[in-house]
């Protein structure tokens, strides 16, 4: 158990959700994941009221909470991705906290894993001891390579999965390198597959009488793989792989898609992959329409108006070019920074940043849970919390573990 101060321990374990709120409410997941896909996943459905319970390991507790950028000292990250969620210290290196992760499971509806098969058989988190705890449970496995390949024991991070998915060979400019983006993307995307899962199997659960629980077995390469869709059957009919080309569509480039620079020195990103919306850009410019008249004629003449599109926007500050696009109904915007993002009006009327009180920070500002539900929505209220805060709450008040019980745990080191 982390040995945080009485007082900080309090605050945190008794912070509650300000009434019942999400769609999700009454759900119950126990996760057994740490760092982004699989807890991920788990935020996604907490951010919509289900009850999410983070086991982690006592001491350091999820890597996620020593990663990325600090203030003070005290790391930024991990106030996002715990978010909603109960915190509770486990080690399943103990039998007896083997013991009482078959307690967790048996008490949810969900269970979500990300550590390797045969990690997985040792502590009794496999499907086949999933299931024989809690018939019903639904089973959220997230691996590298997946529970039916030859490499089902190997490591993985999201970045593999990014690599062997396609989509960092179809990233960047043809005459340079392959290119990740600049987050986890491959790690996110598999989160969000994940929860889409989880709630496809309780639809199942929820409408079969014969429902036997679910096993969901997601490998990280599989969600960006699929979004990509026309890679494979181009590849299969034409008999070459798409390639890089910069920001063009590799396999549908537009007459008009790049990102410029102003005057002023933002980029821009302009859009006009549509006859009617390339015309209103030839028409800004105040170039020969009929020299664009046609698909044809557009993707001929691409790289031609292009340059010229390029010198116009270099000619001019953002906040110019930005009014006359939109005056001539030209799809344009600036590109974000986080700076931009929380001071953009937009952003604003939409309440997608919200602002959430923090034990250790303050007022913190994050994303709000999205999607939007207008009729019940869910809510941010509670950062990630301190390693083991929930610990009492979770294994006494839910599990009914007693004091005595717990004091004994914890002087063992089991949580």
Known sequence: MDHMDNDSRAAQGQQGRPGQQGQLTGLKVVEFA????????????????????????????DAARAMGPRRDGVPLWFKVAGRNKRSVTLDLHHEEGRRIAHDLIAWADVVIVTLRAGRLRAWGLDWEAVHAVNPQAILLQISGFGATSSRADAPGFGKMGEARSGVVHLTGFPDGPPVHTGFSHGDAVTGLMGAFAILAALH???????????????????????????????????GAAPERAGNQLAVAPAAVINTYRSGDGDWLTVTSATTRSVLNVVRLLGLDEEAYATVEAQHAGRERLDHALRAWVAA??????????????????????????????????????????DPDLGPVRMQAALPHFRRNPGAVWRTGPALGADNGLVYGQWLGIDGERLAKLEGQGVI
């Open 34 to 61: 740490h760092v982004v896909a699989g807890p991920l996943a788990g935020a996604m459905l907490a951010d919509q009221g289900a009850d999410v319970v983070h086991v982690e390991p006592p001491g350091a507790g």
């Open 204 to 238: 199942r659960r929820d409408t079969d009488p014969d429902f036997d629980g679910e096993w969901i077995d997601l490998a990280l390469f599989e969600p960006l793989f699929r979004l990509v869709e026309w890679q494979i059957i181009a590849y299969d009919q034409l």
């Open 316 to 357: 001019r500050p953002a906040d110019e070019c930005l009014a006359a696009f939109e005056r001539a109904e030209v799809v344009a915007s600036r590109v974000f920074s986080a700076a931009d993002i929380v001071a953009d009006p937009v952003y604003a009327e939409r309440e997608d940043v919200v602002t959430v009180d």
